[in-house]
């Protein structure tokens, strides 16, 4: 055991004064007749509980964990014992990994695929005798070298067959696993410099790349949702897949509108100057809004920071959008690291509980806000019910007839917004 001295969390309720104790999640409560856990299906992050070590670009390592082992396979199987009772003892249903977390990188693919086959053995085992699942899996097609000007955009064919073959293997693991979802993030899908990039080569390539994953999930069988993760920069100075417009246009012009949802991260949000609830708000209108990365950034700095979700404020604005949609296709996964100087263990639970009772706090409130706003916005659209409204609504008139129609009207004003009164609502319901 890896965490001898913490026992299972539990929900104690919002008067509970121990950290190590959930204040609102509460798994089996229900709200809209589905129950917390149903509606969150929170999962780790492999990549930064178990693989982050405390390096930032102006710094070494901070963190030495007990499965850090010196044999490589040796390390990775104690991670999948450490994954599986960290999330047992956080009540956790879910995990999530790139193929690099899982298992070490060989000389070639052939190699690979030897070292994940084996730790994917010992994650099926531990399946066996526990309730910890895969939410999705997906592959690192940015941290090494060869990935230094792309993937699926690099100018380089054989680094594109590379992405490719790294793909099908972790889309055939997901599959194996039973996986919820299989997502790509584009991490160095773009350019550095404009004038020496073919961006018409690239985008076809990029949109090929999509098609192949999405014909090879159709021919392996697997029952999972695509997911596409929008980021505007950061590594690259401009993503192709910068927000959720930018890739519902991308996969509208080629053909992979039926194919792909998307995967919003709060922190990415915030980087292409949006906030959390608008990327999630143009998911939902657009019916892509499949899965969400739990997390936030630093507005005072201009990278992702990857924190854990602890605004309440935002879990709540996040979860109206959520409740409007009647939930996400596959869940909330925790993109969230702890700070380079939080070294201790304990660390990763406090990071984790505040962040899922952050989200349970933005659901209640969220749920009690919802009759209130909708009853705002919709006295605001009103007009929109009368004869005009609703022949401007139904696309049944044209500049003629709206010129004819208001041409001796007065119009001076429109009625007040009430903005004051809504964020005083909000507090009312938030404390």
């Known amino acids: 055991m890896f965490f001898k001295n913490i026992d299972k969390i539990k929900y104690e309720g919002e008067k509970s004064q121990n950290p190590l104790s959930y204040r609102y999640y509460d798994p089996e409560e229900e709200i809209k007749g589905k129950k917390m856990k149903d509606w969150f299906k929170f999962s780790v992050a492999y990549w930064h509980t178990l693989n982050n070590k405390g390096m930032d670009p102006f710094g070494s390592p901070t963190m030495n964990r007990p499965w850090d082992l010196s044999d490589p396979l040796d390390s990775a199987y104690a991670k999948v014992d450490a994954m599986f009772e960290f999330c047992e003892k956080l009540g956790l249903e879910y995990f999530t990994f790139h193929d690099v977390d899982i298992a070490p990188e060989g000389e070639t693919i052939r190699e690979s695929y030897k070292n994940l086959d084996k730790v994917v053995d010992k994650i099926k085992e531990n399946m066996k005798s526990s309730k910890v699942k895969l939410l999705w899996g997906t592959a690192n097609l940015f941290s090494h070298p060869r990935y230094a000007q792309g993937a699926a955009t690099s100018p380089n064919p054989e680094v594109y067959a590379y992405a490719a073959a790294q793909v099908k293997k972790a889309l055939e693991i997901t599959n194996e696993l039973n996986g919820l979802g299989y997502v790509l993030w584009g991490g160095r899908e773009g350019y550095d410099n404009l004038l020496l990039t073919n961006s018409e080569l690239e985008e076809k390539n990029f949109a090929n790349f999509l098609k192949m994953v999405s014909d090879y999930k159709n021919k392996i069988g697997f029952n999972g949702v695509l997911l596409i993760e929008p980021k505007p ?196 319901h938030m404390f």
């Open 233 to 428: 920069k950061e590594p690259t100075k401009h993503q192709y897949d910068y927000d959720s417009l930018s890739v519902i246009a991308f996969l509208k012009k080629y053909g992979l509108d039926n194919d792909y949802k998307l995967n919003i991260e709060a922190n990415h949000a915030t980087l292409a100057g949006h906030t959390f609830s608008h990327e999630l708000r143009y998911a939902r209108l657009n019916n892509k809004l499949g899965s969400i990365d739990a997390n936030r950034g630093d507005l005072l700095l201009g990278w992702d920071t990857d924190q854990f979700p602890t605004n309440v404020y935002e879990t709540t604005f996040a979860m109206y959008e959520v409740l409007k949609n009647n939930g996400v296709d596959v869940g909330f996964n925790f993109d969230a690291k702890v700070r380079r100087a939080s070294t201790d263990l304990l660390d990763l639970f406090y990071g984790h509980i505040s962040g899922i009772d952050a989200f349970a706090l933005g659901l209640r409130i969220a749920n009690k806000l919802m009759p209130i706003i909708d009853e705002m916005v919709e006295k605001r659209y009103e007009k929109f019910n009368n004869d005009l409204g609703k022949e401007i609504l139904n696309g049944e008139t044209n500049l003629e007839k709206l010129s004819e129609y208001i041409m001796d009207k007065k119009v001076e004003k429109v009625e007040s917004l009430k903005q004051e009164l809504l964020e005083l609502i909000i507090n009312m």
